[in-house]
């Protein structure tokens, strides 16, 4: 295969080429920054996946690695994620497992599929089909995940056994078990949690007026977690405080990731599959939003299907490392950006880091009391819950506030699944709902210009005898007859009517069900004796409409513009004046 060819599936033969030694510093720079934020991450998000903590960090390695050669972000820092890591929990949950093993098997299995997936659509070049989820409908999704992760974790800060996965189930439960809370693991989720508020804000200014270095200052803010993650398994270690009730992350194996292989059992790749397929589309939208944000601030360019192919890459590398489904993260590959990241080798360098970890520091996570990598997921989720999504798109558009209005109730009532599909099923809905009724102007030529606009928003001048209608939408099956039912209707409350004129500079498409209403409509206003003419007509419809016999038939003309139309239909233009009849535009 050809290089450029090759270096389409393979982005790392294009930059690896003018790769040096000033650009591995930056990228060994932005690793050890990733590092140090990851290692909490990746611990705390395996914690809400229901997951054993060593899976977190497996899943933190090979993923890195994989996106490296496949991925075409420079910046984009991918693995554990909080709301991919909810829907694992809420997708193996179906299943009704109670052994570890089978739990963990269902994870792998869970990013096989969605890696799978992933790639199948990379490879296909279909990742125009992540546009059917829209941004309202992906924000109110987050914010009500993001309510959901912090009140699943509130179990985790009190030290009581609670479940469910809903909010009402959760509060339900939280309640129940409330008197159960245990005061020492309390003290320490709220104080992990204040602090890790405050390193967010506070620490980086205090340190700068200290004197430090903004990149030093930087890296000791991003460290807040680790501090947390410290303090609190000393105490733990050193008062002895599983003896008091708290509830530590114990044994984690030391070592690499092992090679492991998803389940091809029938029934669980049929439970799974769906689940697998909103976790690729949800995470996929995000980590392309970030990727294409942070691309633009350096003039640099990504390339979707392959961001699917170097995502589906990353879950696979994922499942055969004993990981669970990850994705491109917002906040780490922000870190990553401002750090100085300028390659992929970024999150290469960072996985060795984690590599390390697992080797050398896994034992001393024994005393790691739950209530911090609680106190970590709420603190990171919290920033991701948006409610002015809502005043937003009540103000802009109701249609929109809908869709958000929707998820976020159904995420937050039913569960994230139901939530987010009920989302983009709705936001189809109202599109075809909305686009079946297409706005439809009566318009006028505004004096002393060749302009035509709507005849109740600007004072313009009509003709006697001439009904002009812009049609603002493309026509098809759906709205077709709406377009037949309006004209007629305003036909009918017009007396001596002469010529319909149909303006055309919006519609980019008529497709068979819109061109018989067009037909009929040219035959029903004949028998009236009226005249049906078209203006502004596109290149791609006419070129349609010349397949058919409707040009042919047309009682009227079709004008190069409207103004031609008007200069042609106006009482007293000169008899048998020269009508342009438009072949091609």
Known sequence: MPLPRLSRYLPILSWARTYDRD???SDLVAAVIVTIMLIPQSLA??????LPAEM?????????????????????????????????????GQLGLSEPADIALAAVTLAFISGVFLALLGVLKLGFLANFLSHPVIAGFITASGVLIAASQLKHILGID??????????????????????????????????LFWVRKGLKPLLLKAGLNRRLADVLAKAGPVAAVVVTTLLAWGFGLDERGVKLVGEVPTGLPPLSAPSFDLSMWQTLLLPAILISVIGFVESVSVAQTLAAKRRQRIDPDQELIGLGASNVASAVSG???????????????????????AG?????????????????????????LAATIIVAVLSLVDFSILKKTWVYSKVDFTAVTATIVLTLLVGVEIGVS??????????????????????????????????????????????????????????????EDLVLERVAKCERLEHVVLMFPAVNEVDMSALETLEELNRRLAEQDITLHLTEVKGPVMDRLKRSHFLQDLSGEVFLS??????????????????????AQ
């Open 323 to 345: 990981g669970f489904p990850v994705t491109g993260g917002f906040s780490r590959s922000v870190v990553n950006f401002d750090a100085g990241a300028e390659t992929p080798a």
């Open 56 to 92: 977190g960090l497996y899943a933190s390695i090979l993923p890195l690695v994989a996106y490296a050669l496949f991925g075409t972000s420079r910046a984009l820092a991918v693995g554990p994620v909080a709301v991919v890591s909810l829907m694992t929990a809420t997708a193996i």
């Open 162 to 195: 609670a479940g469910g996965h809903t909010l009402v189930e959760l509060v339900i439960s939280i309640g129940e078990h409330i008197g159960e809370t245990n005061l020492i693991t309390l003290v320490i989720g709220i104080g992990a949690t204040a602090f």
């Open 562 to 583: 409207q103004y031609d139309a008007w200069c042609a239909l106006k009482p007293g233009a000169a008899e048998g004046s020269e009508r342009e009849r438009v072949a």
């Open 45 to 50: 998000y395996a914690l809400l996946a229901g």
């Open 23 to 25: 650009t591995a510093t």
């Open 348 to 372: 290469a360098f960072t996985a060795v880091g984690i590599g390390l970890a697992t080797l050398v520091l896994t034992p001393l996570l024994f005393f790691l009391p739950k209530a911090t």
């Open 422 to 483: 009920a989302g983009v099923l709705l936001s189809i809905f109202l599109h075809l709902y909305k686009t079946s009724k297409p706005h439809v102007a009566e318009v006028g030529l505004v004096p002393g210009t060749h302009h035509f606009r709507n005849i109740n928003r600007h004072d313009v001048e009509t003709l006697d005898g001439v009904l002009t209608l812009r049609v603002d939408e493309s026509l098809y099956f759906v709205n077709a007859r709406f377009l």
